[in-house]
């Protein structure tokens, strides 16, 4: 079973009392419905060496099923690495939907692009190899992007996560929906402070823990932390 037998050395992704209850939900629920190119594409990402980067595919199933709920068409994703969240993004919008999808590594996203491609949804991506947040920037200096996105997947580096939400706050429109990835850090928030996590889980601990603060306290959105994967929080902007 890939995901849980990926080599992540920080912790196990799942984050339920047992890897064979983790492993129940992705084979009962989540694998029998995965779209054949995604799980190929998985499956070439286990064999990476950073394998353990990818979006879990519990929570990949939940934000699938939320851009659906939500007739999502124009999306913004932070963090491709080799592309699960964002081709299971492509296959959940329309035709004429597009991803925004962004990273500063485009080697990563040609791993996954023959999947992309097979699966007939490459039209819908405009791939960006960039730093996020000046791109995010350079589209706020167009009035006409404020409120112009449905959705957003942030999944990249925790130094700029707070950036991100303060640039998305205006780039998504009010009602729209943005997923933040690994908001649970391999479930060491809950650590009274990070000296005994998993080594890879110390340096970004803080942040983890004080972007989960900022976002219980802003009340331009409502919240919903979800335990899939390594911990999702559901943003809703309200205004
Ligand atoms: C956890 S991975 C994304 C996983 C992806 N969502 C998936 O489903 O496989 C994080 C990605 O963020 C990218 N990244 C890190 N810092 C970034 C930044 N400042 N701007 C854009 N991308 C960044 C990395 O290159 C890496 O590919």
């Known amino acids: 079973m890939e995901h849980i037998g990926q080599t992540d050395k920080r912790a196990k992704m799942g984050l339920l009392q047992s890897d064979e209850l983790y492993k129940y939900i992705l084979e009962s629920s989540v694998f029998p419905r995965e779209a054949e190119p995604l799980k190929e594409l998985r499956e070439v990402t286990a064999r990476q060496p950073l394998n353990f980067l990818m979006t879990a595919p519990d929570a ?51 791993i996954g692009l023959p999947y992309i491609q097979k699966a007939g949804v490459e039209h819908k991506i405009d791939f960006i190899q960039s ?14 992007n404020e409120g112009g996105f449905d959705f957003a997947f942030v999944d990249a580096d925790r130094e700029n996560i707070l950036n991100y939400h303060e640039r998305l706050m205006k780039l998504l429109k009010i009602g729209g929906i943005v997923i933040y990835d690994n908001t649970l850090w391999g479930g060491t928030v809950a650590l009274p402070d990070p000296s005994s996590a998993p080594e890879a ?19 331009r959105v409502q919240i919903a932390q979800a335990p899939l994967g390594d911990g999702i929080t559901i943003c809703r902007r309200l205004y």
């Open 60 to 110: 990949g199933q939940f934000m699938a099923l939320i851009l659906k709920t939500l007739n999502a068409k124009k999306t913004i994703e932070i963090g491709v690495y080799t592309g699960y969240s964002l081709l299971l993004t492509a296959l959940s919008i329309p035709e004429d939907g597009k991803v925004l999808a962004l990273d500063i590594n485009r080697k990563t996203y040609e």
């Open 201 to 219: 889980r110390k340096p970004d601990w803080h942040l983890a823990v004080e972007f989960n603060k900022a976002l219980a306290a802003d009340l």
């Open 131 to 144: 730093q996020a947040l000046p791109v995010l920037d350079k589209l706020l200096e167009d009035k006409e």
